[in-house]
């Protein structure tokens, strides 16, 4: 099964679940997503958080990606005022041939993941996948042994079912 893990992440904790994800799957790869929209150091995480919660869109590096390879895409996204970041909303939006393909979320968050998976369930079927399931990951438990073998069984189980 050929992985895609589509991420973005600003303090490191949704790339470090990526890449640990990434560690343990076979034929598996990574696309990180940054924001390149332009905010003073003052305005930035406020500006950030008014365009999560209004599920804005943003400008993104890369600003296009193919999905026509994989098997089953993997999102991760931090929780920014209760939704997935304007970063990850910008590749869902801007995949290509991602129809039909089956695809999970993850957040990671210190607190609640609030809206997320209704919010990530809603773009991935707008774009024509079939949505698979979230999970949400604890800034607690991003190291934690157990919580991460979680995450890749709920990952691998996602899958497409090989007949």
């Given at each position: 099964?050929?992985?895609?893990?589509?991420?973005?992440?600003?303090?490191?904790n949704?790339?470090?679940?990526?890449?640990?994800?990434?560690?343990?799957?076979?034929?598996?790869?990574?696309?990180?997503?940054?924001?390149?929209?332009?905010?003073?150091?003052?305005?930035?995480?406020?500006?950030?958080?008014?365009?999560?919660?209004?599920?804005?869109?943003?400008?993104?590096?890369?600003?296009?990606?193919?999905?026509?390879?994989?098997?089953?895409?993997?999102?991760?996204?931090?929780?920014?005022?209760?939704?997935?970041?304007?970063?990850?909303?910008?590749?869902?939006?801007?995949?290509?041939?991602?129809?039909?393909?089956?695809?999970?979320?993850?957040?990671?968050?210190?607190?609640?993941?609030?809206?997320?998976?209704?919010?990530?369930?809603?773009?991935?079927?707008?774009?024509?996948?079939?949505?698979?399931?979230?999970?949400?990951?604890?800034?607690?438990?991003?190291?934690?042994?157990?919580a991460?073998?979680?995450?890749?069984?709920?990952v691998?189980?996602?899958?497409?079912?090989?007949?």
């Amino acid at each position: 099964m050929r992985i895609c893990i589509i991420y973005h992440s600003e303090t490191g904790n949704t790339r470090h679940v990526a890449q640990h994800i990434a560690s343990v799957t076979v034929d598996s790869r990574l696309v990180e997503v940054t924001d390149r929209a332009r905010h003073s150091a003052l305005t930035r995480f406020l500006m950030q958080c008014k365009a999560a919660r209004s599920e804005d869109k943003t400008e993104i590096e890369p600003s296009h990606l193919d999905a026509k390879d994989y098997d089953l895409l993997v999102f991760g996204s931090p929780v920014w005022a209760f939704k997935p970041t304007p970063a990850i909303h910008t590749i869902i939006d801007a995949l290509a041939n991602c129809e039909k393909k089956r695809a999970v979320a993850f957040v990671t968050c210190g607190g609640r993941p609030g809206g997320s998976e209704d919010v990530f369930r809603k773009w991935i079927e707008g774009r024509g996948m079939v949505f698979a399931g979230f999970k949400s990951v604890n800034q607690k438990d991003i190291e934690n042994d157990a919580a991460n073998a979680e995450l890749v069984a709920f990952v691998m189980a996602a899958g497409p079912k090989l007949t």
